[in-house]
């Protein structure tokens, strides 16, 4: 038979456990409480998913970078649904999306707006980045007629770049050509990719491209584009021999199937 000392010792240590049980179930149950739902707002809903975007590497990020995208493309057909916006305005109204943005994460917009067939093509894309290296790129084409614009396709162009776009000069073909090209770093010199896209008022079509360049310029002409670039492999090699690594010019005619390489040579650096 147990003594009132050991029966006093064996209450006293259930008191204890039953006063650390109930400081530890707030706790618990606080921890079992499911995360807050994100803002109502559209920058406040995309800053909530960009900010568990940091860490997680570029190709692990498509559930998150999915969801900003189909957030903003949702957005921007409501919001130009009745209207004729400038590049401006559609620019403006990309920076509104991303506004609650901070380093190292950014949303950087591109817009660019062109005649075509009576009614005018809308490009509305932006750069989606968490480091210098790991980002997205979406680009919207929306055509406009009777004051009204309607989306027509939506491309993800090359990921790890910067986002920019420069027109083909119109000639004899009924579709709209255009250039999206980006620049990479994450060497000594920034590595140009380019793609010449067309745009029947439905689709795009890719009819040219190059990529990674590196130290690549572009210069679209009237009836060519030229580009100069460097060799990475020659630019080393010479440049720790303390000499001047020759560049190269490729010459591009412009025809019915996107581009014809005419020559290409070496010019001075």
Not at 30 to 49: Q, R, T, V, W
Not at 252 to 263: C, D, E, V
Request: aromatic letters at 10%; charged letters at 25%.
């Amino acid at each position: 038979m147990r003594s009132p000392s050991v029966r006093k010792s064996g209450v006293f240590h259930l008191l204890i456990l039953l006063l650390v049980a109930a400081m530890l179930g707030p706790g618990r149950a606080e921890a079992k409480k499911k995360p807050s739902p994100p803002p109502p707002d559209l920058p406040g809903h995309i800053n909530y998913l960009a900010k568990q975007l940091p860490g997680v590497m570029l190709e692990d990020a498509g559930p998150l970078t999915g969801e900003i995208q189909k957030l903003v493309v949702d957005h921007m057909v409501q919001w130009m649904a009745n209207r004729t916006p400038t590049d401006v305005e559609v620019r403006r109204e990309l920076e509104s999306a991303f506004s609650l943005l901070h380093y190292p994460l950014f949303g950087q917009p591109a817009a660019f707006t062109e005649p075509w067939k009576g009614g005018t093509v809308i490009g509305a894309g932006y750069t989606l980045g968490w480091t210098d290296y790991d980002r997205q790129n979406v680009v919207m084409v929306f055509e406009n007629r009777d004051g009204k614009s309607r989306l027509a396709t939506v491309t993800n162009f090359v990921p790890r770049t910067d986002l920019h776009y420069e027109m083909l000069p119109a000639q004899s073909w009924d579709d709209l050509r255009f250039f999206i090209y980006g620049f990479r770093l994450g060497k000594s010199q920034l590595r140009l990719t380019a793609i010449l896209y067309s745009f029947d008022g439905q689709n795009l079509k890719s009819l040219w491209e190059t990529h990674d360049l590196f130290d690549g310029k572009m210069d679209v002409q009237p009836d060519k584009v030229v580009i100069r670039y460097l060799k990475e492999d020659e630019y080393i090699r010479e440049v720790t021999a303390k000499r001047k690594p020759p560049r190269h010019e490729a010459v591009y005619s412009i025809t019915p199937n996107g581009l014809q390489l005419q020559n290409d040579h070496e010019i001075p650096f």
